[in-house]
């Protein structure tokens, strides 16, 4: 088991298969050879998925940020009550909704089998890094809290980073991006 900084209910591990032999009748795809370019396909696929993720963890933080912020009390009133709050959260919202509208975009378009890869990759990028800046905002907004494991927002600090990795890195996507431009 590896220990990693985020996803905890999700065990990850290395398995090592030496000197395996598989039937040919076992052979996944049909096709000797042709694995990495069978995975390769479904990266559309996975890319949306991940931007769904996003998407929802973003409206989750948000959520439990604006229940948090109308309860806690500073200076006799209620975060939630400061214009700086308020405007942040406002900013908040409407990144997420404007993600949100991108990827469902997005998801009926891999429905529909109209999705391409650069299309895919720009969900990826755009929804995991809107979801690093969203959730370190929410973070930020539970002041100390936010950095005790006891609160949800803590957790999906640190869930939130491996999304910009997973699937392929930010980086990754840019080129993807780039050679459709």
């Known amino acids: 088991m ?7 209910a999700q065990d990850t591990c290395e398995l090592f298969f030496d000197e395996v032999l598989v039937p040919a009748a076992n052979l996944l795809g049909g096709v000797e050879g042709r694995g990495f370019y069978q995975l390769m396909s479904d990266l559309p696929y996975e890319r949306t998925i991940i931007g769904v993720m996003a998407v929802a963890a973003m409206e989750g933080a948000l959520e439990a940020t604006l229940a ?14 400061f ?16 993600t949100r509208s991108f990827v469902d975009q997005c998801v009926e378009a891999l429905v529909s089998g109209t999705l391409d890869a650069a299309t895919a ?15 370190d905002e929410c973070l930020q907004l539970h002041g100390g ?20 990795i997973y699937g392929g890195t930010s980086e990754m996507m840019k080129e993807v991006i780039s ?3």
């Open 2 to 8: 590896l220990d990693k900084i985020g996803l905890k």
């Open 145 to 164: 809290y936010g950095s005790m494991n006891e609160y949800l927002i803590a957790r999906m600090y640190a869930d939130a980073r491996v999304q910009r």
């Open 68 to 81: 948090f912020v109308r309860e806690r009390k500073a200076f006799g009133k209620s975060i939630a009550e």
């Open 121 to 135: 990759s720009m969900a990826k990028l755009w929804a995991s890094e809107q979801q690093g800046k969203v959730i």
């Open 179 to 181: 050679r459709e431009l």
């Open 83 to 98: 214009q700086n709050t308020k405007y942040r959260l406002a900013e908040l919202a409407t990144i997420t909704k404007v």
